[in-house]
């Protein structure tokens, strides 16, 4: 895959004369040695060379395969549009969704997209309050994928609930109706979980943003970008009291969104498991959801940050290390995963409940033995390819992986949705569920809603946290003082030096 | 300024001077971490206030260099996450657990009666507390954080300065305002000249 130039001329060539300096791949440079720190940034870049390679893109000229990417981008949406635009005009009746099957594409759509969400806060927020410094190369995008996957999310139960212009009876505001949302129903839980989790990840999205938007403020030179930046960025100046509060701000949001997003899939998962329904009556669904939901999302991750850090010349940033990283979370969320899927048969050979066993045998041995067994192969074989050092050696063969696990994880929520409800308690009420071609336009339309965000971010907005990076560069730290992590001023900080306004 | 050695004929032939007007504040324009947190500690010993160092990164010590407090940001967020809970915990008992009698039936909830379990369990409604809870204390931090911090600020003098820009990128700046009862145009000069920056300017108002 050849690397595309992002034409800002300056930046380009100072990288050329400075990657010399490495020796071998990066797979070389970056040992697998636990006694050894790796540097997260490859390349002899400097705070200079950072800037520019980020804010170039962001403000540089764009890429001709931007274009081609976009094009197809907004094939796709437009193929949403249009089947949005004939559900609506038409009715819900256009899908596949039939009495017995009445989940079909709409739920395993939302989770399918909700699920995809959870990496870019597990980097963001989790891997933060861990201090896997490594997290700081692909955090931003992958936050940005997250809020894009919950707007591609937020789409499907907006139609599934049936008339979607009164979609705003969800919410719990006075009315002249008389009539308040079910407090202790799971799908107003969801509401709650899913507004609040899009809301708190664009906050900490933009929050961490803020001075990267400065940066590009400062260094754009178009009067419209500066103006652009110059609002965005709310007059950001670098200022160390600023940082000061920023860095609690976002350590506070990190640990806020940490029991969020492990109480989003949770709450998803609810839906499943307070119904009746054989297969959806466990209680092992939560932390299931959420370890899926985790794998799934590392895989798109991988699926975006591959080409792009390709295509935008980031490999010094988004390392070889990264995406190895990456792909070992998603091999242990994939493990996690296999073995709930295991013990999901014993819990129902267990339980001697006839219903849930006949679900159980159903799956595997039924009329959609396909849809179980694409699933096994994609989510609990294919990742188990990560174990050994030559895959992940090569970034590719990683992206493989990742696409099988994106398409595995789909099925999974197939296999949930239809095999539990098309055949359950009363044969007679027995039924198959066929899409239709609303069905496919409509899931293949949410990849096209993606993909145009998604490309959008990428071409306007720091696409790497640019103040994040420089701070696990050498040149963030002074030789003469250790690094710790707090803001407390040390004991020896005389009284009076202790400045500042009675608020600080 | 009404300290006369503050006029602007006053300043040294070594200080570029951005603008005509009062003077606003002196930069002194570090290039590493190292010095920045040297020099800061200088400033901050000549009892400096109104001042800051201006980084594109935050620097781990720079409160102990500065002398900064912490911040009072976390009671900000402890507070709004009690009031989300408190609310979210109200909204559910008034939506489904209690009727007010007297109240326009537009506001008015009622008791909800779901196979004959308790009219009010707090228990059931814990996501909900929880999900407002979070998104209060969330939305709470994000303002908290820009009130203190005094933005949004559209317009800022400093930036006149070419210099000064690269504060979000690859340079760290101490700035020194006048209107600091200790500033003095020479005075602060040859304190930051001492400091070994690699430039001083003066950005006037």
Redesign the interface.
């Known amino acids: 895959m050849s690397s595309i130039s992002i034409a800002n001329g300056s930046h380009d060539s100072t990288i050329e004369h400075r990657a010399p300096a490495a020796q071998g791949t990066q797979w070389d440079q970056q040992l697998n040695d636990p006694r050894h720190r790796v540097p997260l940034v490859l390349g002899n870049h400097?705070?200079?060379t950072v800037?520019d390679l980020v804010?170039g893109i962001a403000l540089g000229r764009t890429p001709r395969m931007w274009y081609v990417a976009m094009s197809i981008s907004l094939t796709l949406l437009s193929l949403l549009l249009v089947t949005v635009g004939y559900l609506l005009v038409t009715g819900v009746g256009v899908w596949g969704n039939n009495n017995t099957v009445s989940w079909g594409f709409p739920i395993i759509n939302f989770v399918f997209w909700v699920g995809i969400g959870h990496a870019g806060t597990l980097i963001s927020a989790i891997l933060f309050l861990l201090r896997q410094n490594w997290r700081t190369g692909i955090n931003r995008f992958a936050e940005a994928m997250t809020i894009f996957a919950v707007c591609c999310a937020a789409i499907f139960p907006g139609l599934h609930v049936g008339r979607i212009w009164l979609a705003y009876w969800l919410l719990?505001y006075?009315?002249?109706l008389?009539m308040?949302?079910?407090?202790?129903s799971?799908l107003?839980?969801d509401v709650?979980?899913v507004?609040?989790y899009a809301?708190?990840s664009l906050?900490?999205w933009y929050?961490g943003m803020i001075?990267d938007l400065?940066?590009l403020?400062?260094?754009a030179t178009r009067r419209g970008s500066q103006w652009v930046y110059?609002?965005l960025s709310?007059?950001?100046?670098?200022?160390?009291?600023?940082?000061?509060?920023?860095?609690?701000?976002y350590l506070?949001?990190a640990a806020?969104?940490t029991?969020?997003v492990l109480?989003v899939h949770s709450?998803v998962s609810?839906d499943f498991a307070t119904s009746q329904v054989p297969g959806w009556h466990t209680t092992i669904f939560p932390p299931y959801f959420v370890a899926g939901a985790v794998f799934g999302g590392f895989a798109m991750v991988l699926t975006l940050s591959i080409p792009c850090r390709e295509w935008f010349g980031l490999k010094d940033l988004i390392t070889h290390r990264h995406i190895e990283n990456m792909a070992k979370v998603m091999l242990g969320t994939g493990l996690i995963v296999s073995y709930a899927y295991s013990i999901e048969f014993f819990t129902a050979w267990y339980s001697m409940q006839s219903y849930e066993q006949f679900v159980f045998m159903n799956r595997p041995l039924g009329p959609y033995a396909w849809a179980f067994w694409t699933m096994v192969t994609c989510n609990v074989i294919a990742p188990q390819a990560i174990w050994f050092p030559a895959v992940r050696k090569r970034v590719w063969a990683i992206f493989i992986v990742a696409m099988f696990v994106n398409v595995g994880m789909w099925f999974e929520r197939f296999v949930i949705v239809v095999t539990s409800l098309h055949e359950d308690f009363l044969p007679s009420s027995w039924a198959m569920f066929n899409p239709t071609w609303v069905d496919y336009g409509m899931f293949l339309g949410s990849f096209g809603l993606f993909f145009t965000l998604f490309l959008l971010f990428c071409r306007f907005l720091p696409m790497v946290a640019?103040?994040e990076v420089?701070?696990v560069m050498p040149?963030?730290?002074?030789?003469?003082?250790p690094?710790?992590?707090d803001?407390?001023?040390?004991s020896d900080?005389p009284k009076e030096?202790?400045?500042?306004h009675w608020?600080? | 300024m009404t300290n006369s050695s503050n006029a602007i004929t006053s300043v040294p032939s070594d200080v570029a001077t951005i603008g005509m007007g009062e003077p606003y504040a002196l930069i002194a324009e570090f290039e590493t971490v190292q010095e920045v947190l040297k020099a800061a500690e200088q400033i901050r010993d000549a009892g400096y206030m109104s001042w800051d160092v201006h980084s594109p990164i935050p620097i781990h010590h720079i409160n102990h260099a500065m002398g900064l407090r912490p911040t009072i940001l976390p009671w900000i967020t402890l507070v709004h996450g009690i009031a989300g809970g408190v609310f979210g915990l109200v909204l559910t008992w008034w939506m489904n657990a209690t009727t007010v009698p007297g109240i326009s039936p537009s506001v008015q909830g009622y008791e909800f009666l779901v196979s004959g379990k308790p009219i009010y369990s707090w228990q059931a409604n814990i996501p909900i507390i929880f999900e407002t809870t979070v998104l209060f204390a969330a939305i709470g931090t994000l303002l908290g954080l820009l009130g203190l911090n005094k933005l949004p600020m559209l317009y800022n003098p400093l930036a006149r300065s070419r210099r000064f820009l690269r504060s979000t990128a690859d340079r760290f700046m101490i700035v020194i305002e006048a209107e600091d009862p200790e500033f003095d145009l020479a005075r602060t000069t040859s304190l930051l000249r001492a400091q070994h920056p690699t430039a001083i300017e003066l950005v006037t108002e």
């Open positions: 400097d705070f200079t800037t804010a719990p006075p009315n002249e008389a308040w949302p079910q407090a202790r799971p107003l839980w709650f979980a507004g609040t809301t708190v906050l900490f929050m001075p400065a940066t403020r400062d260094r110059g609002v709310l007059g950001w100046n670098g200022s160390s009291r600023h940082w000061m509060r920023f860095e609690k701000a506070l949001l806020l969104a029991p969020l109480s709450v609810f640019i103040a420089k701070t040149q963030a730290h002074a030789a003469e003082y690094i710790k992590y803001y407390q001023p040390s900080t030096l202790q400045r500042g608020f600080t």
